[in-house]
């Protein structure tokens, strides 16, 4: 048997994707050779080897790539989306890094980005909002909502968008998407039984449709962002309060740490930059 299909990867672990097809059908996939750069969201061409399964030739090129990185390797998220969806709460406390780390990503992709406030209904709702205060000041959305209570205000945000969640664990991101799409329990369900996964307890990550033209891809939460593929002007650019001051410093190598006549700095010591975002500026630069 041996048919040539275009395929939308709908669940991927490791080396192993799930392709729907035109009409629907499921299949599932494994790459030619060692190397795997396949990632959700790909749109692939599919050899069918048998009926339910079949090998990809080609990822189709894609208009953008998410994906974390280090020194050694790269981790691919999700591709072709429109919109980062950063799912904080108000408990437990989120990690200000990580989220920065996620918009950056976002930035650098020309993704559009929300940061969802998820368990508004809890008592920490003061304190996470102080802590969003600073990016709500720069422009940032920022939806504030209870996923076990009404999901509603996030559908006008997602119509019309390929949306990929992302947020630590313990944030209501698996509630959040269950609320979106009841039935994506049973989605989950079908997908491990494909993929025999009684012996992983995940995918890498999970697309679904809202509709027939918005989707959601659900990652598994994350602890660490790694940002290795962003140098340091590609940093500065996607702060957007640093922009009405690059080019102003001194000195055109300017580190925005303790050089004279920094703009950055002084634009931070009169008021005009938060004090907290620039630090995660120097934390995430210098590492």
Do not use: W
Request: charged share 20%; glycine share 6%.
């Amino acid at each position: 048997m041996s048919e040539h299909l275009s395929g939308l990867v709908i669940a991927a672990f490791g080396r192993r994707y799930l392709a729907e097809l035109p009409d629907g059908e499921v299949i599932e996939c494994v790459p030619r050779g060692k190397k795997s750069e396949v990632a959700c969201g790909d749109t692939v061409e599919v050899t069918r080897t048998s009926p339910n399964q079949g090998v990809i030739d080609r990822i189709a090129a894609r208009t953008t790539l998410l994906y974390r990185s280090d020194e050694f390797k790269q981790k691919l998220i999700a591709a072709n989306v429109t919109q980062i969806i950063v799912v904080v709460a108000s408990e437990p406390s989120f990690n200000d890094e990580l989220v920065a780390r996620c918009l950056l990503a976002g930035h650098h992709q020309g993704l559009n980005i929300l940061i969802v406030l998820n368990k508004c209904d809890l008592p920490q709702i003061a304190a996470a909002r102080a802590q969003l205060a600073p990016y709500v000041k720069i422009g940032y959305r920022v939806l504030e909502l209870s996923a076990k209570e009404n999901v509603a205000p996030l559908l006008p945000f997602i119509q019309g968008q390929t949306s990929v969640l992302v947020g630590q664990s313990g944030m209501g991101k698996s509630t959040l998407l269950n609320a979106l799409i009841p039935e994506a329990h049973a989605a989950t369900r079908e997908i491990s039984t494909v993929l025999d996964s009684g012996k992983h307890t995940t995918t890498h990550a999970k697309l679904y449709h809202l509709n027939a033209h918005s989707h959601l891809i659900d990652c598994p939460g994350v602890q660490l962002f790694g940002l290795h593929h962003l140098d340091f002007a590609a940093m500065k650019r996607s702060f957007p309060e640093f922009l009405p001051y690059l080019g102003e410093c001194r000195f055109a190598n300017c580190s925005h740490s303790h050089e004279p006549n920094c703009a950055i700095l002084k634009a931070t010591a009169e008021g005009k930059i938060d004090e907290r975002r620039l630090k995660l500026f120097q934390q995430i630069a210098t590492k």
